[in-house]
């Protein structure tokens, strides 16, 4: 049997084994509240797992960042333009090398292949050719002109009678003798009138006017 004073220094001290019993209780059920609060904080926000650090990709998807997490996908890329290439020279027909060679010699070379060409003669005696545009080797199409520079001055040539010649052959036997051909009535049907005259002396690159069919040049109309 114990007495009375002993039961009340017990409950003074607090020592008994009911008041241990309080104090671990209450300490475990802080616990347990604290983590129901956490845990029902992240389902009323409307998730169900604690949030990690996250980066949007190109898409709007979302891609972890943290170590040892998949690679984001790649973005997409823009497509620049790119310059257009030049058209290849498909035939293979180059401006031939005419630099030297006598300016009559070299438009049988251009002829040839079926370019055209331009004199710009110079003023002095000689006949080579100093330089020609495009440069020889350059690629061309067919039927371009060829510019042509000669050293010396546009030598003399002699204008050919063309009067009842079909314009088309008119035309070729003025081209053949250095001269251009104009054609103030058109370049069909027979020449019937020419300026100059048939027989008189010009230069080369000279022009010379062919009327062809059946209308007169002006000078016969005044004439008749």
Do not use: H
């Not at 996908?73 to 310059?83: F, G, L, V, Y």
């Not at 314009?167 to 009138?193: H, I, N, W």
């Not at 048939?198 to 007169?216: E, F, K, L």
Request: a negative charge.
């Amino acid at each position: 049997m114990t007495d009375g004073s002993t039961d009340r220094d017990e409950v003074r001290s607090g020592a008994g084994p009911d008041r241990a019993k309080v104090v671990i209780g209450g300490g475990l059920a802080a616990v347990l509240l604290a983590v129901i609060g956490a845990t029902g904080g992240w389902v009323l926000a409307g998730d169900q797992k604690p949030p990690r650090d996250t980066t949007l990709d190109a898409s709007g998807s979302r891609a972890p960042t943290s170590e040892g997490s998949p690679t984001p996908r790649d973005r997409p890329t823009t497509a620049t333009s790119q310059p257009a290439r030049p058209t290849p020279n498909r035939t293979g027909l180059t401006v031939p090398e005419l630099v030297g060679m006598d300016f009559e010699e070299a438009r049988e070379e251009l002829r040839d292949r079926g370019l055209g060409w331009q004199f710009v003669f110079g003023s002095g005696d000689s006949s080579r050719v100093r330089s020609t545009e495009p440069a020889g080797g350059s690629p061309v199409k067919r039927g371009a002109t060829v510019k042509v520079t000669v050293a010396g001055a546009a030598p003399e040539s002699s204008i050919p009678d063309l009067v009842g010649d079909s314009c088309g052959e008119a035309r070729d036997e003025l081209v053949d003798d250095g001269f251009y051909p104009r054609y103030p009535s058109g370049k069909s049907g027979t020449v019937t009138a020419q300026d100059p005259a048939g027989g008189a002396v010009g230069r080369w690159n000279d022009v010379v006017q062919i009327w062809c069919g059946t209308t007169p040049s002006p000078e016969a109309s005044e004439e008749s």
